[in-house]
């Protein structure tokens, strides 16, 4: 076997072990969001006091995603991968145990701490195997994470419907997907910086770069926040749907865009980035009116599926750019990131707001315009059109085998 048939080989069983740890941090997140009702009666906190801690994740993301780079610098992308993703099934068992609103906003300020490091390290890592496979992957990555989050709402539904304590549920979760999570991250690429590369930053501002590549996630990521929370609502308020329909709508919306993410990465290798997004804001426009201007129920829920369709592969097509960006993809992913995260953050408020002054049709009428920034700034993604392979006897600068 020849050492250039070897090394893709590596870098192939690479790909599945990242998209592994993808499926193992979306299963966290689903294994969570179900046991939410469980956990705010724990903790004896009303509806209000719950949204107050729920903002505490995005915080605690925000605050340490410029970290990963620096703990990946240190110990090497592999050995902080699988540290980080282990802190992050581990944090599962936090939320169930706090007993109040202080202890329960402190465990999940270090529940979204760990999600965002933990985030940052398997982005920069795919986008690095992205470069060397020479073709998309990032879509199907993200794919991975929705069949995860999937799997993960499954077993916790299946966990409530049985009654079963979230205390016990997820320390077994957090105990499975930690050894899933761990043996993964050992067959990633072991990554480790030049021996005269400075240490990143501990916190930087994200760079110019990837400012507008953000902007594209924020975009994207308003839309599904909007989607996934108010399409249920939206069905059941203003088209006077039955609670199943409704719920239907929103199921049917995340498994378009896991389909769509999981099958993305075709459309990207053939069309290009700046195309595929371009379409996707067409897409997602579309959607948007349809949802808006919905005479029945079926156009609304045609609507929703399109815009699942629009956006799905927005986000992992800016992850994808934001690590070509520039000298420092950590960074530019964090930065990203955080956009992004800030995005899914004031999205469902947002939209509550606009609804109670006005209503919900004005407020998917902001998502729709919002989409059409998806197509103006299509352009920015322009780097994810062409792939840079980075040898490992190459001169280049950042992170290397």
């Not at 980080?84 to 999940?108: D, E, F, R, Y």
């Given at each position: 076997m020849t050492a250039e048939v070897y090394g893709q080989r590596k870098v192939r069983r690479a790909r599945y072990a990242v998209g592994a740890v993808f499926a193992v941090h979306g299963a966290v997140t689903g294994s969570f969001a179900t046991r939410v009702p469980?956990?705010?009666?724990?903790?004896?906190?009303?509806?209000?006091?719950?949204?107050?801690?729920?903002?505490?994740?995005?915080v605690g993301a925000s605050l340490a995603m410029p970290l990963a780079g620096r703990v990946s610098h240190r110990f090497g992308a592999r050995t902080a991968l699988r540290g980080l993703i282990a802190l992050w099934t581990l944090a599962l068992v936090l939320p169930s145990i706090a007993p109040n609103l202080l202890t329960l906003c402190l465990v999940l300020f270090v529940y979204g701490a760990t999600a965002g490091m933990s985030d940052v390290a398997m982005n920069a890592l795919g986008v690095e195997v992205e470069n060397r496979l020479e073709r998309s992957i990032m879509s199907g990555l993200h794919g991975m994470w929705s069949v995860g989050a999937l799997i993960g709402s499954a077993a916790g539904t299946l966990a409530a419907h049985l009654g079963a304590d979230a205390r016990l549920h997820h320390a077994l979760a957090a105990g499975v997907l930690t050894v899933?999570?761990?043996?993964?991250?050992?067959h990633v690429l072991d990554l480790q910086p030049a021996g005269d590369e400075e240490p990143p930053p501990r916190f930087a501002?994200?760079?110019?770069?990837?400012?507008?590549?953000?902007?594209?996630?924020?975009?994207?990521?308003?839309?599904?926040?909007?989607?996934?929370?108010?399409?249920?609502?939206?069905?059941?308020?203003?088209?006077?749907?039955?609670?199943?329909?409704?719920?239907?709508?929103t199921t049917?919306?995340?498994?378009?865009?896991?389909?769509?993410?999981?099958?993305g990465d075709r459309v990207v290798d053939r069309?290009?980035?700046?195309?595929?997004?371009?379409?996707?804001?067409?897409?997602?426009?579309?959607?948007?009116?349809?949802?808006?201007?919905?005479?029945?129920?079926?156009?609304?829920?045609?609507?929703?599926?399109?815009?699942?369709?629009?956006?799905?592969?927005v986000v992992p097509l800016c992850f994808a750019a934001a690590g070509r960006s520039g000298t420092n993809p950590s960074l530019a992913i964090a930065g990203?990131?955080?956009?992004?995260?800030?995005?899914?953050?004031?999205?469902?408020?947002?939209?509550?707001?606009?609804?109670?002054?006005?209503?919900?049709?004005?407020?998917?009428?902001?998502?729709?315009?919002?989409?059409?920034?998806?197509?103006?700034?299509a352009g920015v993604l322009r780097s994810g059109d062409r792939v840079k392979v980075i040898r490992p006897d190459a001169a280049v600068p950042g992170p290397r085998p």
């Amino acid at each position: 076997m020849t050492a250039e048939v070897y090394g893709q080989r590596k870098v192939r069983r690479a790909r599945y072990a990242v998209g592994a740890v993808f499926a193992v941090h979306g299963a966290v997140t689903g294994s969570f969001a179900t046991r939410v009702p469980w956990i705010q009666d724990h903790a004896g906190v009303s509806p209000g006091q719950l949204g107050l801690a729920l903002a505490f994740p995005a915080v605690g993301a925000s605050l340490a995603m410029p970290l990963a780079g620096r703990v990946s610098h240190r110990f090497g992308a592999r050995t902080a991968l699988r540290g980080l993703i282990a802190l992050w099934t581990l944090a599962l068992v936090l939320p169930s145990i706090a007993p109040n609103l202080l202890t329960l906003c402190l465990v999940l300020f270090v529940y979204g701490a760990t999600a965002g490091m933990s985030d940052v390290a398997m982005n920069a890592l795919g986008v690095e195997v992205e470069n060397r496979l020479e073709r998309s992957i990032m879509s199907g990555l993200h794919g991975m994470w929705s069949v995860g989050a999937l799997i993960g709402s499954a077993a916790g539904t299946l966990a409530a419907h049985l009654g079963a304590d979230a205390r016990l549920h997820h320390a077994l979760a957090a105990g499975v997907l930690t050894v899933a999570g761990v043996a993964a991250a050992g067959h990633v690429l072991d990554l480790q910086p030049a021996g005269d590369e400075e240490p990143p930053p501990r916190f930087a501002l994200p760079p110019r770069s990837a400012l507008l590549i953000g902007a594209i996630g924020f975009c994207a990521v308003f839309a599904e926040g909007a989607s996934l929370d108010w399409s249920a609502v939206y069905l059941r308020d203003r088209l006077e749907t039955s609670a199943g329909l409704a719920a239907a709508c929103t199921t049917g919306f995340t498994l378009t865009m896991a389909i769509v993410r999981l099958a993305g990465d075709r459309v990207v290798d053939r069309y290009g980035a700046v195309r595929t997004v371009r379409t996707s804001g067409v897409v997602a426009v579309t959607g948007g009116l349809l949802i808006v201007l919905a005479p029945h129920p079926a156009t609304a829920m045609a609507g929703f599926a399109l815009m699942g369709l629009g956006i799905a592969v927005v986000v992992p097509l800016c992850f994808a750019a934001a690590g070509r960006s520039g000298t420092n993809p950590s960074l530019a992913i964090a930065g990203v990131a955080t956009i992004t995260y800030t995005s899914g953050l004031i999205a469902p408020s947002a939209i509550g707001l606009l609804a109670q002054a006005t209503s919900l049709t004005v407020s998917f009428v902001l998502v729709t315009v919002l989409s059409c920034g998806l197509a103006g700034l299509a352009g920015v993604l322009r780097s994810g059109d062409r792939v840079k392979v980075i040898r490992p006897d190459a001169a280049v600068p950042g992170p290397r085998p």
